[in-house]
């Protein structure tokens, strides 16, 4: 297993509740949290993970709610690039062509269309995961329901694999513990050992599938360096830096 | 809603009766096994006060150490290896380091090192090891065994070399650490000690004393007790201070005194905390025997051992992981007659006790 990840945090433009979502999220044991701002304007110490003595690893993400397929336009700027198709026809486009790393299932309607069992493979071929938000049923009942419905019949369509569990946390209080949302996943029909890889290894690969989208088939990663001036001797080593980062 | 919703992830309790007397007995290796005590907890029945010989022994169960931020190839370090490890016993866990999460080392006092590591640490450390047998669908976790007392491990050669370059240059593993040495205590560890901020800490005691506690009647060694799932609960409950009252206008809990029951006026429970070695554990069993062959009230005792959740052995050199509680401990009731019941449970993620 690896490090708990929630990997959808609502962003807001009230800093200090940005901050206080991030402490709770530590506290929770949550390791990489992604949110779309530099970081460094958000906060300047990132706080410790309860129990540990390293801080919490705070990740860009973008999420696309697609409507029209002219929607989708891929950012490399961000770690994380997730989408949330509306229509069967967009789902059937994210899952086999768009350079993302998550598609989200709606989960705060009724589901909008029947999810087939081809794209899902397809995606799955990909490396794409699938993202099941829990906030929302802590809200309300109704999406309670929308919420484990739709959950139990993406896990029936793609086996319990490549499935993430995550917050979409507006406020602090809307974060539960990794333990608390590995059972949330047995409701949605996972096992306990895909419910529990949900919230850590599956994580791992959508931070991993994001790192390498921003590199040559996840071999070739190129890196501006830092300065072309003050004059031609900075060349050499940059270049032997350039050449190192190349064959990695 | 489908109905696998209605089981628990798995548990085993292994349940044992035999008497300290029989020559067959296995208590012995059974609690040496158990490298890494994190807790002990004594329940004396009808008693208020623990008896001074009892008592004394809760205050010589031995020191130990918490190193902060030590580099693991230290205890590789050909000083370290003559002076502690092949010299006795030194138990060490790292602390602090979650065995579903982080990379968790272990050193049993047969001089096995153990190198609990997720995918990346594994990659990069270059290191033969095994993938754990608890890995689910991908193979993210891998464990790494190491005999330091063998010859090819001898320092200088090239198993320890590959490990020690490893360690040093390419993982640089530095977790927390807490560390025990029997019988030297600490004279053989200063070395290393020295060299990292450290701490000694002696086990923390805390002791409760319970009134009109039911515990389950015909706690005797010759006829039925209660079935053992319903004992332990209980066990449980009292060592958490839970009430065992199941009434009605209470939604804390549940859970009952199984039946027949009994109440006793008054009973002691004594907890020790720490890194507590099995030899100061075995002293205590022992020491609950003389105190139970004087003439009580009650007739039991019970002690209850709990290894360390995140440990990556449990007994023996048995991989140890957290799938949703890592509980590894026994229960050891005991009786006048020397006669014993042997409770072992662990989690879903654990080898069966022995």
Redesign the interface.
């Not at chain 1, 297993?1 to 708990?4: A, H, I, P, Y």
């Given at each position: 297993?690896?490090?708990?990840m929630d990997l959808n945090l609502s962003y807001t433009n009230d800093k200090s509740r940005m901050q206080s979502l991030i402490e709770t999220a530590a506290h929770r044991e949550s390791?990489s949290v992604p949110v779309p701002t530099p970081i460094k304007d958000l906060m300047e110490k990132l706080p410790i993970v309860q129990?540990?003595?390293r801080p919490i690893r705070v990740l860009n993400r973008l999420t696309v709610v697609m409507s029209e397929q002219c929607h989708f336009v891929s950012f490399s700027a961000y770690d994380l690039l997730a989408v949330q198709p509306a229509t069967e026809k967009l789902f059937h486009v994210a899952c086999f062509t768009l350079d993302v790393d998550i598609i989200c299932i709606s989960v705060t309607e009724k589901r909008p269309f029947i999810i087939k069992r081809s794209p899902v493979n397809g995606a799955v071929e990909r490396g794409i995961m699938f993202e099941v938000s829990y906030s929302a049923a802590i809200r309300d009942s109704t999406m309670r329901r929308y919420t484990i419905a739709n959950a139990v019949s993406l896990v029936e369509t793609c086996k319990g694999?490549n499935l993430i569990l995550s917050s979409a946390a507006e406020k602090p209080l809307e974060l539960r513990g990794p333990?608390d949302i590995?059972?949330l996943g047995?409701?949605f029909?996972l096992?306990?050992?895909?419910a529990?890889?949900a919230v850590?290894?599956a994580c791992?690969?959508v931070v991993l599938h994001g790192e390498t989208r921003k590199t040559a088939g996840g071999i070739v990663h190129t890196m501006k360096c830092c300065s072309e001036t003050p004059d031609q001797q900075e060349a050499p080593p940059a270049d032997s830096k350039r050449a190192k980062q190349l064959t990695e | 809603?489908?109905a696998?919703?209605d089981q628990t992830?798995r548990s085993l309790l292994v349940s044992e009766r035999s008497s300290f007397r029989d020559q067959k007995t296995r208590i012995r290796a059974q609690v040496e096994q158990l490298h890494f005590n994190y807790k002990v907890s004594v329940l004396l029945p009808e008693c208020c006060s623990a008896p001074p010989h009892l008592d004394s022994i809760f205050n010589t169960f031995n020191s130990f150490y918490l190193i902060r931020?030590l580099p693991v190839y230290e205890l590789l370090d050909k000083n370290f290896l003559e002076t502690a490890v092949y010299q006795g016993s030194v138990y060490g866990v790292s602390y602090?380091?979650?065995i579903?999460?982080?990379n968790c080392v272990a050193l049993t006092p047969k001089g096995h090192l153990t190198l609990s590591l997720?995918?990346d640490s594994f990659e990069i450390l270059g290191v033969e090891g095994k993938p754990s047998r608890f890995n689910?669908?991908?193979k993210?976790?891998f464990v790494v065994s190491v005999d330091l007392t063998d010859s090819s491990m001898a320092p200088g050669g090239r198993g320890y070399q590959r490990l020690l370059t490893g360690l040093r240059s390419r993982l640089q593993l530095k977790t927390?650490f807490l560390l025990s040495h029997y019988p030297g205590g600490g004279a053989s560890l200063q070395a290393l000690l020295s060299r990292y901020d450290w701490s000694e800490h002696r086990p923390q005691i805390s002791r409760h004393t319970l009134t009109d506690l039911s515990c389950p009647a015909l706690l005797t060694s010759d006829l039925q007790s209660c079935d053992p799932h319903s004992f332990m609960e209980w066990v449980g409950a009292v060592d958490a201070n839970v009430s065992c009252e199941n009434s009605s206008s209470s939604f804390l809990s549940s859970l009952v005194c199984p039946e027949p029951r009994t109440t006793v006026s008054r009973a002691l429970s004594v907890s020790v905390c720490g890194l507590l070695l099995p030899h100061d554990v075995h002293r205590l069993i022992q020491e609950i025997r003389c105190y139970l062959e004087q003439p009580h009230l009650e007739s039991w005792v019970c002690l209850t051992v709990h290894g360390y959740a995140d440990s990556p052995v449990s007994w023996g050199d048995n991989e140890h992981s957290v799938?949703?509680g890592g509980e590894n401990f026994y229960s050891l009731l005991m009786f006048q007659d020397d006669t014993y019941h042997l409770h072992l449970a662990t989690g879903?993620h654990d080898t069966c006790p022995p």
């Open positions: 297993m690896s490090v708990f390791l129990g540990r003595c694999k333990y590995s059972n047995l409701l029909g096992s306990d050992g895909d529990k890889e850590s290894s791992r690969s | 809603m489908r696998e919703l992830p931020n602090r380091t979650r579903d999460e982080d997720d995918k689910h669908r991908t993210c976790r927390d799938l949703k879903a």
